[in-house]
């Protein structure tokens, strides 16, 4: 009951002075909301990460060349010729661990048909390649085996280059010149859209790999391959299948220690590692910037206090000589400076709420609401409120009666 009467006579003293008390809470409703939006915008970045990396494949392993060294000037990763189509034929016959493989033959080429033209990459693949990549097709068909093996001049298209160059559909069927040499539509891939990078997914032809090895590059660079892309049968032996194909690769290469490997595998969980880490380092750097506007706001409640207790030096006076004591006038005080924090930390809960739903609907962003870490803000607000109250307080409690009924 004592503590209940403390509370109201609190918010009768905070309610007194309605404009005061609200610029006084402003410095913890803008750090409670900060935080939870600042950490909200970072767990939806994280997230989208997340599922971004997984639309890039089922168990996703990538195996890449080397880099390539003349005389003493190393190249970047991938610059050396070490992979084979004979490489991806020797893996299908000797991995167990994996479910699907491609290898992947790049150029970027000028393509023409339909209504235009348009600069975009051009893949040579396999069929498995879309259940490795986790692509559909929208319209039509893959290619065969049977279309690698005879080279045969045909392709699949991404859905933003139907939308540039056959913008009224129908681009099933139509002819396509890449450099110059014709292809025939046979599928379009249905649509991914962008990645957490801005990267568009469907800007690219995909076609038979031996058709854009010898086709397109000319047998320039022999059999060598740009990548093989490789499914592991499960999330969980992703790493048991890495060892295994370099152990496969190894011995395919005539390379007796893994240091002196040709070849680089990434892994999708080591992507996914590295672009979550890097996400929750942001976003606890961005709730930690965030969080400071919670200690400004304690110092002006601090602040707003002092000159409270200033205000008021004849009412703690009197108080004190009706018989309050001194921890009822300290209670007193530091009631009021939790409640002002508690106050502005369910105000900066409620707009923090409404920020990430106006971002949701207005941007690109999804931000999360955590509710532990709402919870924590919330509970920090009030702690900020002893913390920064309980001088004020402190001081209030410890005025002489005598001399506080005799202030003007």
């Known amino acids: 009951m004592k503590l209940l009467r403390i509370e109201k006579v609190a918010l009768s003293s905070i309610f007194r002075n309605r404009s005061r008390s609200l610029?006084?809470?402003?410095?913890?409703?803008?750090?409670?909301?900060?935080?939870?939006?600042?950490?909200?915008?970072?767990?939806?970045?994280?997230?989208?990460?997340?599922?971004?990396?997984?639309?890039?494949?089922?168990n996703l392993l990538m195996i890449r060349p080397g880099s390539s060294s003349y005389?003493?000037?190393?190249?970047?990763?991938?610059?050396?010729?070490?992979?084979?189509?004979?490489?991806?034929?020797?893996?299908?016959?000797?991995?167990?661990?994996?479910?699907?493989?491609?290898?992947?033959?790049?150029?970027?080429a000028q393509i023409i048909g339909g209504s235009g033209n348009w600069n975009c990459k051009v893949e040579g693949v396999s069929p498995e390649y879309?259940?490795?990549?986790?692509?559909?097709?929208?319209?039509?068909?893959?290619?065969?085996?049977?279309?690698?093996?005879?080279?045969?001049?045909?392709?699949?298209?991404?859905?933003?280059i139907e939308e540039e160059l056959f913008p009224s559909g129908n681009a099933v069927g139509q002819k396509l010149r890449i450099n110059n040499t014709p292809f025939t539509i046979i599928g379009v891939l249905a649509e991914k859209g962008n990645n957490s990078m801005g990267m568009d997914q469907d800007d690219f032809v995909l076609a038979p790999s031996m058709t854009v090895l010898y086709r397109l590059k000319g047998g320039k660079y022999g059999s060598y391959v740009n990548m093989i892309y490789v499914s592991a049968v499960s999330d969980d032996v992703i790493d048991e299948a890495e060892v295994e194909l370099?152990?496969?690769?190894?011995?395919?290469?005539?390379?007796?220690?893994?240091?002196?490997?040709?070849?680089?595998?990434?892994?999708?969980?080591?992507?996914?590692?590295?672009a979550t880490s890097t996400a929750s380092t942001l976003t606890l750097l961005l709730g930690a910037i965030a969080g400071v506007s919670l200690i400004v706001g304690g110092i002006g409640i601090m602040n707003i206090m002092l000159v409270s207790v200033t205000e008021r030096t004849r009412e703690i006076g009197i108080r004190i000589?009706?018989?309050?004591?001194?921890?009822?006038?300290?209670?007193?005080?530091?009631?009021?400076?939790?409640?002002?924090?508690?106050?502005?930390?369910?105000?900066?809960?409620?707009?923090?709420?409404?920020?990430?739903?106006?971002?949701?609907?207005?941007?690109?962003?999804t931000p999360m609401i955590n509710p532990a870490i709402a919870f924590i803000a919330f509970i920090f607000s009030g702690a900020v409120g002893i913390f920064f109250g309980y001088y004020p307080a402190k001081k209030a409690s410890e005025l002489n009666p005598i001399d506080a009924l005799h202030y003007e």
């Open 246 to 274: 370099t152990t496969i690769l190894l011995r395919a290469h005539k390379i007796d220690f893994e240091d002196d490997a040709d070849f680089t595998i990434r892994s999708q969980s080591e992507i996914t590692d590295f």
């Open 71 to 108: 005389q003493g000037v190393r190249g970047g990763a991938g610059s050396r010729e070490s992979l084979t189509m004979d490489d991806c034929e020797t893996l299908r016959e000797q991995a167990t661990l994996v479910q699907a493989i491609s290898p992947s033959v790049s150029t970027y």
């Open 321 to 365: 000589s009706v018989g309050a004591r001194t921890n009822d006038v300290l209670l007193q005080f530091l009631a009021e400076a939790i409640t002002l924090s508690l106050i502005g930390g369910i105000l900066g809960l409620l707009f923090a709420m409404i920020i990430t739903m106006i971002l949701s609907k207005l941007t690109s962003l």
């Open 23 to 58: 610029l006084t809470s402003l410095g913890i409703i803008i750090g409670v909301c900060s935080v939870i939006v600042m950490v909200a915008v970072g767990e939806g970045s994280q997230k989208k990460i997340e599922t971004d990396i997984s639309s890039m494949g089922t």
């Open 130 to 160: 879309l259940e490795i990549r986790n692509f559909e097709i929208e319209q039509g068909t893959m290619f065969t085996e049977k279309d690698i093996a005879s080279r045969k001049k045909v392709a699949v298209i991404g859905k933003t």
